[in-house]
Nanobody, 113 residues
Framework: QVQLVESGGGLVQPGGSLRLSCAAS????????MAWYRQTPGLERDLVAR???????YYADFVEGRFTISRDHAKNTLYLQMKSLRFEDTAVYYC???????WGQGTQVTVSS
């Protein structure tokens, strides 16, 4: 069974940066698209960014040019570079693909002064 392991989260001050990683146990080519999501307690999981197999990229409106999604096929890893972080970016960040597989544990991002 394919597994996804997220990492790279942490505590950062407003305006800071983080790079999240999502390591897959198999080739990323098995997915038509791969995406980052985030979830805060009591709310639904929201799509943050998505990249298709062909490289087409989509960002949610709230990203406003601050995040960059990328991938490294050689490492079977998806990334999310986040800059200019805001308090409202605090959430657990998850990755998944299409077709979807069971969710991983996610990685906590906390933006706080």
């Amino acid at each position: 069974q394919v597994q996804l392991v997220e990492s790279g989260g942490g505590l950062v001050q407003p305006g800071g940066s983080l790079r999240l990683s999502c390591a897959a146990s198999r080739s990323l080519f098995m997915f038509n698209t791969m995406a980052w999501y985030r979830q805060t307690p009591g709310l639904e999981r929201d799509l943050v960014a998505r990249i298709s197999r062909a490289g087409t990229i989509y960002y949610a409106d709230f990203v406003e040019g601050r995040f960059t999604i990328s991938r490294d096929h050689a490492k079977n890893t998806l990334y999310l570079q986040m800059k200019s972080l805001r308090f409202e970016d605090t959430a657990v960040y998850y990755c998944n693909g299409s077709p979807a597989i069971p969710w991983g544990q996610g990685t906590q991002v906390t933006v706080s002064s």
